[in-house]
């Protein structure tokens, strides 16, 4: 019988009950964070594929109640280890009933703050936690903390998680104490107590797998629909938090690079197999002759700015209000491209996609870090002749920047510390100084900077429009932004980004302005572009595009004007094809990999590079390929501009077919020059 007379039998029904009941109790928690998610992001569009979320939220029930079996395992291994023991070892059978419910409260209050947190990340990023937490955690905690304190959700959430809290608590200490009374003198059989281990045991395996079929709950399974808003609702805090580690902990292996593997994914984006000699160097092109450019190389500057998003510069997505700032003329007056994507959603990835060719954005702090890439912007520069310069607003030691860029070609970077040497009167932040410090800095440098007369390089990258958006004090009061329908766009970002994000636009402006006043405007070339758009804003399912997309400018002197293609800024473009514009427009009989084209020249109906590249969307024509669906489908749209008018059934598109092998060539190429390939690799 199972009674005092057993307390092994006791404690495992124990241990059994409390996990049934607190499954029960999470199931509701995390469906109620579900509710809420739902009720906070679901546009018209996603709130009609009913069936879809009906699914969603059934698959989502097996991996809560996959995490929470999983988790409470050890209690049960605990009390299948003592069930043969008796009297004797009571002690030991009420330190693990004690254990028992210390471990299953532990794991309720961490999936409840961590699927709270959840909900706090999709409406800021759009997605679930992935990879770029961990990634993340390199800023440092101190900078993570007052960045998300910035946030108007954050107030509300720790409320709403303090809250939830002390009711899990209550509820486990009730639900604690019923469980002891209901069991203290249940009574079973030796062959009913038999039955019920075994039975439960099958339950419990099976449960804990999430399915009762050949394959268990896996990543792939967080896919249930084209609609993003739906596979949010999917996994919970801890489930999106494992899958992100795991994508994290893979992004930091270098396999090598496989000579077959390459020539296929060669012959695929090119359309024409390779030569037989080595696979690498057939993936760079050169520039043409131009004794101009030798005679007389203009000086670059390109700015990456933070958070610049292209929605944000309509009068359709910002209401009216001027956020444009002193960039509104420059952009009439120039060369501006509207329909423009950023290869990532974050700074790191976005920057050492396009400055680097790589898709690998853990390597600037890696074991890998001390190698240098022939597929690195500046390097490229440099062998023409080039000194280079990376000025940036942000800490020096950010992802190992300084050290990282400085190898890979810059010949000087310049951070935050170092700007506040130069200029003593700028205030510090978190993230580091005022943008308009970096764009005097670049100033001086195309003015008095040249050494030996060597045309100069310059990057920036900037901020102030970083959370926790604080204003610069230099910054004379200006009439605070009040707009009604800019706020009905702003969903978890307080006004204060948009003051910010006005303030950068202001002293990009000031910066042209400058450049356009001075002798500079005939030797200098300007590019601007965001390094992603700006997260947890408002759109609809049909405004994805806008909701990533990002600027890009030009100002081009005259004299290095080469013949602009007709409706070249009508076409749909993104990062991958800025430094190729950029060495044509700059250099003369320069090689440089073979992964954009040249947005000012004709476009080639037969060139592998029509497409636009973002990690959630390729754009070709008036075509855009996104999410993938449950059957393994790319969800298709077709476009106009960057909205998405309709869904059409896939099709296949050899555009298409040659974009999807884009970043599988960034991939190779990066573990090429890493680690080698498997005929050659590296010493």
């Known amino acids: 019988m199972i009674s005092k007379r057993s307390p092994g039998g006791l404690n495992y029904l124990r241990v059994m009950s409390l996990i049934v009941g607190s499954t029960l109790l999470m199931l509701l928690v995390f469906m109620l964070c579900r509710l809420t998610l739902v009720l906070l992001s679901f546009d018209p569009e996603a709130a009609t594929h009913q069936d879809d979320l009906q699914r969603s939220l059934m698959i989502a029930a097996r991996f809560d109640i996959a995490f929470i079996f999983r988790a409470n395992l050890l209690s049960v291994l605990f009390a299948l280890a003592v069930l043969p023991l008796g009297h004797n070892y009571i002690g030991l059978h009420r330190s693990i009933w004690l254990f028992a419910r210390l471990w299953a409260l532990f794991i309720m209050l961490v999936g409840l703050a961590l699927s709270v947190t959840n909900i706090v990340y999709i409406r800021f990023f759009g997605r679930p936690f992935d990879s770029f937490v961990f990634h993340g955690l390199g800023y440092g905690a101190d900078k993570t903390l007052q960045s998300v304190a910035a946030l108007d959700d954050f107030l509300p959430a720790l409320g709403a998680l303090l809250a939830l809290s002390l009711i899990v608590i209550w509820a486990c200490v009730v639900g604690f104490s ?48 084209s609609i993003s808003a739906v596979n949010n609702v999917v996994p919970n805090g801890v489930v999106a938090l494992y899958y992100g580690y795991q994508d994290f902990r893979r992004s930091k292996d270098f396999g090598l690079a496989s000579d077959h593997q390459g020539r296929q994914l060669f012959e695929a984006f090119y359309g024409a197999a390779p030569g037989s000699s080595s696979l690498f160097p057939q993936f760079f092109v050169q520039t043409p002759k131009s004794e101009e450019l030798r005679s007389s190389p203009p000086d670059v500057v390109l700015n990456l700015v933070e958070s610049m998003g292209q929605g944000l510069l309509l009068d359709r997505f910002n209401g009216s ?84 860029f400085k190898r890979q070609g810059f010949d000087e970077f310049i951070g935050a510390r170092q700007l506040k040497r130069l200029y003593p009167e700028m205030a510090m932040s978190v993230w580091g100084g005022d943008d308009k410090y970096v764009y005097e800095q670049a100033i001086e440098r195309l003015k008095y900077g040249r050494v030996d007369s060597k045309p100069l390089l310059i990057v920036t990258l900037s901020v102030t429009n970083h959370p926790p958006y604080k204003m610069p004090g230099h910054v004379e009061e200006k009439t605070p932004l009040s707009s009604k329908a800019l706020a009905s766009r702003l969903g978890a970002l307080p006004m204060a980004s948009m003051e910010t994000f006005r303030y950068t636009n202001d002293q990009l402006g000031y910066f042209l302005a400058e450049i356009k006043e001075s002798a500079l405007k005939d030797k200098t070339i300007v590019v601007v572009t965001g390094d992603h758009a700006g997260r947890g804003l408002d759109y609809t399912e049909q405004e994805a595009l806008h909701q990533v997309s990002v600027p890009l400018y030009f100002y081009i002197p005259k004299r290095y004007e080469l013949e602009i293609a007709k409706g070249a800024t009508d076409s749909v473009a993104s990062h991958k094809d800025v430094m190729p514009t950029l060495y044509h427009l700059a250099l003369s009989e320069a090689r440089y990999p073979n992964l954009g084209r040249n947005l000012f020249a004709e476009l080639d109906p037969a060139g592998p590079h029509n497409f ?16 993938v669906d449950p059957e393994g489908r790319g969800a298709v749209w077709r476009l106009q501009g960057l909205d998405m008018i309709s869904s059409p059934a896939a099709e296949s598109h050899v555009n298409f077919e040659r974009a999807v092998q884009y970043p599988k060539i960034l991939d190779w190429l990066t573990r090429y020059q890493l680690v080698g390939s498997d005929l050659a690799p590296k010493p």
């Not at 636009?612 to 999410?627: I, K, M, T």
């Open 178 to 225: 019923i469980i002891e009374r209901q069991t203290e003198k249940r009574v079973l059989s030796k062959q009913g107590f038999g039955v019920l281990l075994v039975g439960t045991l099958i339950l419990y395996l099976s449960l804990g797998r999430g399915t009762l079929t050949t394959f268990p709950l896996a990543q792939k399974h967080l896919t249930v629909s």
């Open 321 to 404: 209000v001027p956020l444009v700032g002193a960039l509104a003329p420059h952009l009439q007056q120039d060369y501006y491209f509207q329909h423009f994507l950023p290869a990532h959603n974050d700074t790191q990835k976005s920057v050492l996609s396009l400055l680097l060719n790589t898709e690998h954005s853990e390597i600037s702090y890696s074991s890998h870090q001390y190698t240098k890439l022939e597929t690195s912007a500046a390097q490229i520069f440099k062998r023409s002749g080039y000194r280079t310069v990376f000025i940036y607003a942000g800490f020096e030691g950010t992802k190992n920047r300084s050290e990282y």
């Open 612 to 627: 636009a590249y973002h990690s959630d969307y390729l754009v070709v024509g008036d075509r855009a390929l996104g999410a």
